[in-house]
């Protein structure tokens, strides 16, 4: 009995061991938090590269001839993007499949044209009232707070493009599985660029109204 009473105090006090159960508790969690950090970084890594290829292609497609060529200058951004990753093949799927990518292009008589109508603020309460004027740039007789309605497609000559790329990949940890969360990730970026005026062309009436 007394080598019994001995020994419990001296096995409380005996620390050997802790570090190692200290470690298995901690490691989870410090794994889970590298993991989505790394996640992360790789995500915004890849929407700046995504990016600035992106604004390079927009600038081949405006030139002369750029409209006939989009799916080569889509290629070039996949290939671009082939350096972080598989390279991507085109698709526009719903719901998009890892390492693909969807490239959509919108024109525009004029840049006015890609966003809300602009209207005269004169009250400058920054939102468009029923008696301020505004610009019917797409002549439908009601002031739209929405991007007007474009063309699919690279447009003509002096017309302003919105161009849309989607890349879908796959994540590079298993995080997401844990967590409940997809398995791929999506980037996107877009650029509103004015084509070269290499052609002629009539420019656009734009009806200013106030009802």
Not at 12 to 28: S, V
Not at 124 to 136: F, H, I, K, S
Not at 161 to 168: C, D, N, S
Request: aromatic share 6%.
């Amino acid at each position: 009995m007394m080598r019994l009473r001995e020994s419990v105090p001296a096995a409380l006090r005996d620390t050997r061991g802790t570090t190692i159960l200290e470690f298995a508790i901690i490691a989870p969690v410090m794994c889970m938090m590298m993991m989505g950090l790394g996640d992360l970084t790789y995500q915004v890594y890849a929407r700046e590269i995504l990016s600035g290829s992106i604004q390079k292609a927009a600038r081949d497609a405006a030139i002369q001839g750029g409209a006939q060529m989009t799916a080569e200058i889509d290629d070039r951004v996949a290939t671009t993007m082939s350096d972080i990753m598989t390279k991507p093949t085109a698709s526009c799927a719903t719901a998009p499949a890892a390492g693909t990518y969807c490239a959509t292009r919108t024109s525009y008589a004029m840049f006015a044209s890609a966003g809300p109508e602009p209207f005269d603020d004169t009250n400058g309460n920054n939102q468009r009232d029923a008696t301020e004027c505004y610009q019917d740039m797409n002549d439908n007789n009601s002031w739209d707070s929405v991007a007007g309605t474009g063309t699919s497609g690279q447009g003509g000559a002096s017309d302003v493009t919105l161009y849309t790329i989607r890349v879908t990949y796959g994540r590079l940890f298993p995080l997401a599985g844990l967590l409940g969360w997809s398995s791929n990730a999506t980037i996107s970026a877009q650029t509103l660029l004015k084509n070269q005026p290499f052609a002629s062309r009539t420019e656009p009436t734009v009806t200013t109204r106030c009802t």
